[in-house]
C-alpha cells in the first residue's frame, strides 16, 4: 500500500511541563501513604551519601585527573625527544655509511705483505 493511500493522523499538542511551583504544591500535599513514597522507603536503595565523602570523593578523581594530565604531557615530550634522537641517530648513520664506504684503491700489498702507496 502506497503512503499516498494512509490517512495523516494528526497528534495533539504536548502539554506544557508543570513549573516549579507547580511540582512543589504537589509534593507538599501528597499522603505519607502514596505508593511513590512506600516503594522508595521499603527499597533497598542507598542513603544519601555525606557531604563529607563525596567531597573525597571529588577531590580523589581530581587528584586522578591532575596525575593522568601530567603523566600525558610527560610521556608527549619524551615521545618528542625519542623522534629527535631517532633523526640524530638516523643522521649519524647515514654520515657513518658514507663514511664507511670503499674508498678507491690508493694502496697496495708487495710481496712482502708490507703496503705500498700507488703513485
Request: net charge positive.
Amino acid at each position: 500500500m502506497s503512503s499516498k493511500g494512509k490517512k495523516r493522523v494528526v497528534l495533539p499538542t504536548r502539554p506544557e511541563p508543570p513549573s516549579v511551583e507547580q511540582i512543589l504544591e504537589d509534593i507538599r500535599s501528597t499522603q505519607p501513604s502514596d505508593p511513590m513514597f512506600v516503594l522508595l522507603a521499603e527499597s533497598n536503595l542507598p542513603a544519601p551519601r555525606k557531604k563529607e565523602e563525596s567531597e573525597v570523593k571529588s577531590e580523589r578523581l581530581y587528584q586522578q585527573s591532575h596525575s593522568y594530565v601530567e603523566m600525558n604531557q610527560r610521556l608527549q615530550k619524551a615521545c618528542s625527544l625519542l623522534k629527535a634522537k631517532c633523526e640524530e641517530l638516523k643522521q649519524a648513520g647515514a654520515t657513518l655509511e658514507q663514511n664507511i664506504r670503499p674508498a678507491p684503491k690508493a694502496e697496495s700489498a708487495d710481496s712482502n705483505g708490507d703496503l705500498a702507496w700507488r703513485n
